[in-house]
């Protein structure tokens, strides 16, 4: 059972466009979401977490916007850079004593074209 | 600070070879993960330890054993190894920051089960 469905799958932008990757989650226990950007042979890398409190969470050229009703949150890269070509995951726990557990996405194989 | 580092990068086994990665990170974290990467699943959680001398299943536990040694290292042991096993494997630590756990993972260990 995937709790956490990412979308979508791969995705092609043109420098300096909008890149969006949407996640839908199911599992209203869950209160942290990150995103973690991963480079071809490394391991992932994380970019930006937000937690349900909140509706938005911008840092630099990326932002997530989080919608509580829907279960939904979605990663947006403004003027999208070659540099930013990586397979992005969304992901989302629940708070524990055990420490974070997270479930993820399937991933997004992000390309950006000079 | 190295951070999280693996051992070994690539393995090649036989179905039915045991082996062990290992995993050691220099952050003094108290919580380590061990997850595996299938293309289009994402990553997911196979053990993880809260802290030094316990652990406890994740979402596919079948097939590995784990080990935490200390507070730096947690190692995953493949007793039979199977095909279906074959992977890419990312050893995590976190810590917390503002009440969340913020994962760091390694560089992976790719290991191929013929």
């Known amino acids: 059972q995937q709790q956490v469905k990412q979308s979508p799958q791969s995705l092609i932008v043109q420098k300096g466009g909008i890149s969006i990757i949407n996640c839908a989650y199911e599992n209203t226990a869950f209160d942290y979401f990150p995103w973690y950007q991963q480079f071809p042979g490394k391991g992932p890398a994380l970019l930006i977490a937000i937690r349900p409190d909140v509706s938005e969470k911008k840092e630099g050229r990326f932002t997530i916007s989080f919608n509580k009703s829907a279960k939904q949150f979605s990663l947006h890269i403004m003027d999208s850079q070659p540099g930013d070509s990586a397979t992005y995951f969304c992901?989302?726990?629940?708070?524990?004593?055990?420490?974070?557990?997270?479930?993820f996405g399937g991933g997004t194989r992000l390309m950006v074209k000079p | 600070n190295a951070g999280v580092t693996q051992t070994p990068k690539f393995q090649v086994l036989k179905t039915g070879q045991s082996m062990t990665l290992q995993c050691a990170q220099d952050m003094n974290h108290n919580s380590m993960y061990w997850y595996r990467q299938d293309p289009g699943m994402g990553l997911r959680l196979i053990y993880y330890?809260?802290?030094?001398?316990?652990?406890d299943k994740g979402e596919v536990p079948n097939g590995y054993n784990v080990s935490r040694l200390n507070k730096r290292e947690f190692s995953l042991r493949l007793e039979s190894a199977a095909p279906s096993q074959t992977s890419v494997y990312f050893c995590?630590?976190?810590?917390?920051?503002?009440?969340?756990?913020?994962?760091?993972f390694g560089p992976g260990t790719r290991l191929t089960v013929t």
């Open positions: 330890s809260a802290s030094e001398g316990t652990t």
């Open positions: 995590a630590s976190s810590v917390v920051v503002g009440g969340s756990y913020e994962q760091y």
């Open positions: 992901a989302a726990s629940r708070s524990n004593n055990a420490g974070n557990m997270l479930t």
